[in-house]
Every structure is written in structure tokens, then in C-alpha cells.
């Protein structure tokens, strides 16, 4: 079973910040095969971003993925008030797995 | 516009069976290139993927819990269903359905759209 550690647990930004949020596998995810998914209390996952890098349908361009092997990072360029979530990394290059998930709070 | 709903009980007695169904709105759940599938996420903790089924039948079941769970699919009706047997305690969460992408080589990928998900106590 691949392991996603996600890094940090908790992020506490301004509005305006710059977001960087880790993903790390525990063996290589070839072919780029990870997404990343928003949550919001009380609601399902959306996600944001597969194969990497690849934005979903919807998805602002503030929002990016980027990495290969065993490290990963999704980023949004400046946060908007409604970006305060906990967005959770997944693989599924093997018996998918998802990470721990970090919260993004307000500072 | 593509909708799934979970439906089932809410409260299950440990050692019982949990059964859910999801009903498929939007689409066709006979669609190639998408697996229909279950995850679920106990109260405060991360998302854990527990199976998924193609429209043929195939199936993909999370190893750790591939003894206790059996996923099927009703065409006709559009809906897929999720069941899993001596439940524990340990099996409360909420329970969600979503649409599986498939890769060119049916390789089960992402997840999107999500039902909205459904909350299953285990408690006697």
C-alpha cells in the first residue's frame, strides 16, 4: 500500500497568501497519477486536480498541482476566502490511497 | 448534470450487515470508462477507499477490506450498491459514492462528481 503523508497538518494563511501544501508517497506514483481534492465541512470532496496537474472542470486557474515521483504539491496563488478548506491528496497509480489531508485555516 | 445519492440506514447493529445503494441521476451508470464507487471517511479522520464496480460487473475491492465488502450494480435502475458484513464500531463514518474515472487501460483513477454522502452509526 502506497502511504500519502501530507505536510503540513494545519496552515494558517491570510487572504491574498500564496498556498503550498506538500504530498509525499511513500514509493514512487508514475505516470502522475495523483489528484487532489477540496472539502469543506459538512460537504463531499471536489476535486481539484488529476494527473498531477491537470485542472478539473471548474477550477480556477489560482489553483495548480505540480511534482512526479513520491513528491507533490498543489498551490493557490492567492487565496480567496472561500479557499479555506482541507484539501486531501490521493494516488491511484496502485489500491488507491488517499493522504491525511492538511487544513487550511485563516489566520 | 450528473447526480449521485446515497441511501440506506443510518443506524446498524455491530456484527449486521451495513447495506447502502447509490442511485445515479444524469448519466448512464452503463457509460464505458467509469467505475461507480464507494469511500468513506470516519468522523474527524481521512478518506478511505473501500471499492468499485464497472459496469460489467468487474470489481476492485480495498484489501483490507475485501473480505467483508461486496459491491454490486443494477443497471436497470441505475444504481450500484455497497455491502459490508460484521461491522464494527470501527466501520462508522460517512459513507459516499462517486463516479470512478477509468484510463485507457481501466485502471480506476480519480473520483468526481461525489455524492454528498451519508452518515452510518455502528451502535447497538
Known amino acids: 500500500e502506497i502511504v500519502l503523508t501530507q505536510s503540513p497538518g494545519t496552515l494558517s494563511l491570510s487572504p491574498g497568501e500564496r498556498a503550498t501544501l506538500s504530498c509525499r508517497a511513500s514509493?514512487?506514483?508514475?505516470?502522475?497519477?495523483l489528484a487532489w481534492y477540496q472539502q469543506k465541512p459538512g460537504q463531499a470532496p471536489r476535486l481539484l486536480i488529476y494527473?498531477?496537474?491537470s485542472r478539473a472542470t471548474g477550477i480556477p486557474d489560482r489553483f495548480s498541482g505540480s511534482g512526479s515521483g513520491t513528491d507533490f504539491t498543489l498551490t493557490i496563488s492567492r487565496l480567496e476566502p472561500e479557499d479555506f478548506a482541507v484539501y486531501s491528496c490521493?494516488?491511484?497509480?496502485?489500491?488507491?490511497?488517499f493522504g491525511q489531508g492538511t487544513r487550511l485555516e485563516i489566520k | 448534470q450528473l447526480q449521485l445519492q446515497e441511501s440506506g440506514p443510518g443506524l446498524v447493529k455491530p456484527s449486521e450487515t451495513l447495506s447502502l445503494t447509490c442511485t445515479v441521476s444524469?448519466?448512464?451508470?452503463?457509460?464505458?470508462?467509469?467505475?461507480w464507487g464507494w469511500i468513506r471517511q470516519p468522523p474527524g479522520k481521512g478518506l478511505e477507499w473501500i471499492g468499485s464496480?464497472?459496469?460489467?460487473?468487474?470489481?476492485y475491492y480495498n484489501p483490507s477490506l475485501k473480505n467483508r465488502v461486496t459491491i454490486s450494480v443494477d443497471t436497470s435502475k441505475n444504481q450500484f450498491s455497497l455491502n459490508m458484513s460484521s461491522v464494527t464500531a470501527a466501520d462508522t463514518a460517512v459513507y459516499y459514492c462517486?463516479?470512478?474515472?477509468?484510463?485507457?487501460?481501466?485502471?480506476?483513477?480519480?473520483?468526481?462528481?461525489w455524492g454528498q454522502g451519508t452518515l452510518v452509526t455502528v451502535s447497538s
Open positions: 462517486g463516479r470512478v474515472h477509468a484510463d485507457y487501460y481501466l485502471t480506476q483513477t480519480w473520483v468526481d462528481p
Open positions: 444524469g448519466d448512464s451508470i452503463s457509460r464505458r470508462n467509469f467505475y
Open positions: 464496480i464497472y459496469y460489467s460487473g468487474i470489481t
Open positions: 514509493q514512487s506514483v508514475s505516470s502522475s497519477y
Open positions: 494527473g498531477a496537474s
Open positions: 490521493q494516488q491511484y497509480i496502485t489500491s488507491p490511497t
